[in-house]
């Protein structure tokens, strides 16, 4: 894989997606907003459902810019952050087929981000990698490519459809022990759907992902070797001193979801339920590879969208929940060169930590309609989230209990008879309450940088309690005089503040420009 390849082929997608005619509509920030949110089924696992969904053409182009820094901010993610990205999306009715796409790049640069040394997204349910002492410097690229595609309802009946996603992320850390990862994921989902009458719909989708990342440590100066510890989970670790370690991680993901969809005049409501799970493999070494450790990540997600579409007002409300449980496997090897093939040979396997996740939201939108947009929309939402994390032996315990609720609200200004000229301007709040967290080490390491920086950092900010204010202005105009091309500038904000423990806040600025077809 070469980056120019990956580029030629986006933009060769994004020429064919935004050269398309759009109807005769307005493509306003506020009318591409309010449309996503009426198109239930692209939001879902199963592409064939876009057949019931609204069919009218779009494709949208943007550019963005974000910087953000402040001290509340998990260990890992470092006191700076700057973006820049480069995104597309369009989706057209043909005569035999339905086709969504859409490509994302982006450049995100890190500063001072500390604990990580072997993992592009420490985040990602992988508690087995490496960390060093070292604040660093990161240099991070990430590709995005979608399409999915629908065939029209078959004897009014049966759609077929499939999705695929292919995602590419190269990572460098820029300070002793440096690290370079390359992320690879490739998933297809393909898809039925069946509506047994014009108010009733029922689909089914399957899914395999395939999931490759690799990383390699080294020392620029090696006349200095470096501490670093090999991260088991909860803090417990294995020192290590040198230039580090290569790592490979390497699994498969497989996943089913059934939708059920019921469509009125005024009412359109899916519900979808979907399980999945990963198994993930993580080997030291590529030349004589020793099998260190593993994942086993199951994963069910209830979610239900119900919208209501009247004349004048709109309205819609999203609920779902998550339930995750993750199995940490660790693996005792033993090296054998007796035969004419010498290598590592496993001799036991056992679940050494567990992780579970539970989380509940719902949102509430409200819309004024104008025409294809709105005039004005609230906002309202609650979450609820509880992780209990365990390492089995020798005991520890990781857990956080809170809830998040978000309030805000848009208005969209018309400033001008011409060009369709709008001004939607938004501001909305959130606060996150801690209800409970415990973070207890029982190995027989305390000092270790793992427990005593990391891991307690981490659990400092996800007790944390803290309230969030943001703004954003958009405006927006066509390039010229019954142009369907709808230009628009944005320009957003957002403060965290809090008092707990020894953070104090972060800020976030971003500006995006773009158009939409």
Not at 215 to 231: A, V
Not at 313 to 330: E, K, M, P, V, W
């Amino acid at each position: 894989m070469t980056d120019m390849r990956i580029i030629k082929q986006a933009i060769i997608c994004l020429l064919i997606l935004t050269g398309l005619p759009a109807n005769a509509q307005l493509q306003s920030p506020a009318s591409m907003e309010r449309m996503k949110m009426q198109r239930l089924w692209l939001g879902s696992k199963n592409a064939a459902g876009m057949v019931f969904d609204e069919n009218t053409r779009f494709s949208s182009l943007d550019f963005g810019y974000g910087f953000q820094d402040g001290n509340f901010h998990r260990p890992q993610v470092g006191e700076k952050e700057s973006t820049i990205s480069v995104s597309s999306e369009g989706f057209m009715p043909l005569e035999d087929a339905f086709v969504w796409g859409s490509f994302s790049f982006k450049q995100r640069n890190l500063t001072d981000a500390g604990y990580n040394a072997s993992i592009t997204d420490p985040f990602r349910g992988m508690p087995y990698y490496v960390i060093d002492e070292h604040l660093s410097n990161w240099r991070n690229q990430y590709y995005d490519l979608r399409f999915r595609a629908s065939t029209p309802l078959i004897n009014d009946r049966w759609a077929i459809g499939v999705e695929g996603v292919y995602q590419a992320s190269l990572a460098a850390k820029q300070r002793d022990p440096r690290v370079d990862t390359r992320y690879y994921n490739l998933r297809l989902t393909p898809g039925v759907s069946y509506q047994i009458n014009p108010s009733h719909r029922v689909g089914l989708s399957l899914s395999y992902e395939s999931i490759k990342e690799d990383s390699e440590m080294e020392n620029k100066n090696n006349e200095l070797s470096q501490t670093y510890y090999i991260l088991y989970g909860l803090g417990y670790a294995v020192q290590g001193i040198g230039s580090g370690r290569t790592t490979n991680y390497y699994g498969d993901r497989f996943g089913g979801a059934l939708q059920y969809n019921f469509q009125t005049p005024a009412w359109n409501v899916l519900i979808e339920g979907n399980y999945d799970v990963r198994a993930e493999n993580v080997e030291q070494s590529f030349t004589s590879p020793k099998k260190d450790a593993g994942v086993m990540d199951k994963r069910f997600v209830l979610s239900a969208i119900a919208n209501r579409e009247g004349e004048t007002y709109s309205q819609s409300l999203r609920a779902s929940y998550t339930n995750r449980h993750i199995d940490g496997i660790q693996y005792v090897s033993q090296y054998d060169n007796t035969g004419s093939l010498s290598g590592w040979e496993v001799l036991d396997k056992s679940i050494r930590s567990t992780y579970d996740t539970q989380k509940a939201t719902i949102h509430y939108d409200f819309l004024r309609n104008r025409r294809n947009e709105y005039a004005w929309k609230l906002e309202a939402g609650a979450e609820y989230e509880k992780q209990t994390d365990e390492y089995l032996l020798p005991n520890s315990i990781k857990s956080y209990e809170h809830l998040l609720f978000t309030l805000g609200g848009k208005k969209n200004f018309m400033i001008g008879n011409k060009l369709g000229k709008r001004l939607l301007v938004g501001i909305h709040g959130a606060y996150r309450k801690n209800l409970s967290g415990e973070y207890r080490y029982g190995g027989s390491h305390p000092d270790y940088i793992s427990v005593t920086k990391l891991e307690t950092s981490d659990h400092q900010y996800l007790t944390s309690n803290y309230h969030l204010l943001g703004t954003s202005v958009t405006y927006s105009q066509q390039l010229k005089e019954n142009a369907q091309a709808n230009f628009f500038v944005k320009a957003a904000f957002e403060r965290v503040n809090t008092s707990d423990f020894e953070y104090n806040q972060r800020n976030h600025f971003s500006v995006s420009a773009g158009c939409h077809f």
